[in-house]
Every structure is written in structure tokens, then in C-alpha cells.
T-cell receptor, first 111, second 112 residues
Framework: NAGVTQTPKFRILKIGQSMTLQCTQD?????MYWYRQDPGMGLKLIYY???????DKGEVPNGYNVSRSTTEDFPLRLELAAPSQTSVYFC??????????FGAGSRLTVL | GQQLNQSPQSMFIQEGEDVSMNCTSS?????WLWYKQDPGEGPVLLIA?????ELTSNGRLTAQFGITRKDSFLNISASIPSDVGIYFC????????????FGKGTKLSVKP
């Protein structure tokens, strides 16, 4: 099993550009999450999904969108990139327990 | 939003020393989790705690779920260089659909 796979690992964007961070999991987990990690700030929840077709906002959703058309995939979209969105983004998934399995992260820089 | 206070922020210790870190909150949690993050990687689960007072070990790591359900600690005994990384606590509030709240992390450096 690959677990949670995120792409790309690194990306540099110009202000105003858009992009999608991809996340896929092969564990048949219902719950999927997107977090951002800023230095010294821990992990902040952006969006989450409790199953295919269902998404909800987390603590810091502004500037982001998600979709969940399949159980496996949970892409995160940035429509108009801003410097404040420079961060490391982590996708995670879980089954019925509270234990999250994280991807390796996607480092995004907006210049 | 809800907050977890994790301390210390960073630690510089000598190989072989014991390490202790903790998380506190004004809220009551149903679950406490401890994760470790190596540089350039995602967090990996170390220990999960599900009951107040629970004390659980994983090798040289020991964690406890506080009796008040508002705190948890993680101890690492006889530290080694590969213990270097950032340690995060995470708590789950009741009825929050399993969403976790993370502490800001404790950065551990181990001097050989």
C-alpha cells in the first residue's frame, strides 16, 4: 500500500496563478483532510471530507476549494495564489478511528 | 478557535538524556495523539490515548492521558540522535467529527 500520496512535492507560483494540489489514498478511508503547516504554528485544518461527495470547511478555508468525487481523491485548489498561502500542505486520511495517516507534504511558495 | 498549549517549543539535549514534553488545554478531549515529524516528511503517529488516566508505552516513548482530560505528556527515555524532529500533540474534542486540534510542536535536537 502506498498510503497517502501527494503531488507535487514542491511548487513555486506567481501571485494570482492557480493550481491544484493532488491527494490520493489507497486505504479506502472515508475521511480525508487538508492541513497547512507554517513554521512554529502547528497544523491548521483547511478543509475536510467525511466521504465522497461531502466536504466541509475547517479552520482556515479562505482562498481554497476542494472536491471529493471519489473515495480515493481529495484535490485542493488555489484559485488566486497569494503570498500568505506560502506554506507546506499536508493531506491526511483516516478510517473510523481518530488516527490520521499523513502524506509527505507539498511545499508551496507564492512569489 | 480551540487551542492546545504545547511546551516546550524547543529542546536541545545530550544523547542519553530523558525528554519530557506536554500539552494542556482549557477544553476536555476524548482522545490524545502524539505524532513525530522528520524533516521533509509528514507527521507519523507515535502513540494514541483514548481514556483518562491511560498510560501507554511504545519502546522508549511513554505517554499519558491526563485525569482531567485537559492534558497529556510524552516522555522519551535515553534519547538517541534519530529522535531529532518535531513532536506534535493532537486532541479530539467530543462531537467534532473526529477533527483533531494540533499543538504547535516541540522541536527536539539531540547532541551526540
Amino acid at each position: 500500500n502506498a498510503g497517502v500520496t501527494q503531488t507535487p512535492k514542491f511548487r513555486i507560483l506567481k501571485i494570482g496563478q492557480s493550481m491544484t494540489l493532488q491527494c490520493t489514498q489507497d486505504m479506502n478511508h472515508n475521511y480525508m483532510y487538508w492541513y497547512r503547516q507554517d513554521p512554529g504554528m502547528g497544523l491548521k485544518l483547511i478543509y475536510y471530507s467525511v466521504g465522497a461527495g461531502i466536504t466541509d470547511k475547517g479552520e482556515v478555508p479562505n482562498g481554497y476549494n476542494v472536491s471529493r468525487s471519489t473515495t480515493e481523491d481529495f484535490p485542493l485548489r488555489l484559485e488566486l495564489a497569494a503570498p500568505s498561502q506560502t506554506s507546506v500542505y499536508f493531506c491526511a486520511s483516516r478510517s473510523g478511528t481518530n488516527v490520521l495517516t499523513f502524506g509527505a507534504g507539498s511545499r508551496l511558495t507564492v512569489l | 478557535g480551540q487551542q492546545l498549549n504545547q511546551s516546550p517549543q524547543s529542546m536541545f539535549i545530550q544523547e542519553g538524556e530523558d525528554v519530557s514534553m506536554n500539552c494542556t488545554s482549557s477544553s476536555i478531549f476524548n482522545t490524545w495523539l502524539w505524532y513525530k515529524q522528520d524533516p521533509g516528511e509528514g507527521p507519523v503517529l507515535l502513540i494514541a490515548l483514548y481514556k483518562a488516566g491511560e498510560l501507554t508505552s511504545n519502546g522508549r516513548l511513554t505517554a499519558q492521558f491526563g485525569i482531567t482530560r485537559k492534558d497529556s505528556f510524552l516522555n522519551i527515555s535515553a534519547s538517541i540522535p534519530s529522535d531529532v524532529g518535531i513532536y506534535f500533540c493532537a486532541g479530539q474534542l467530543g462531537g467534532s467529527q473526529g477533527n483533531l486540534i494540533f499543538g504547535k510542536g516541540t522541536k527536539l535536537s539531540v547532541k551526540p
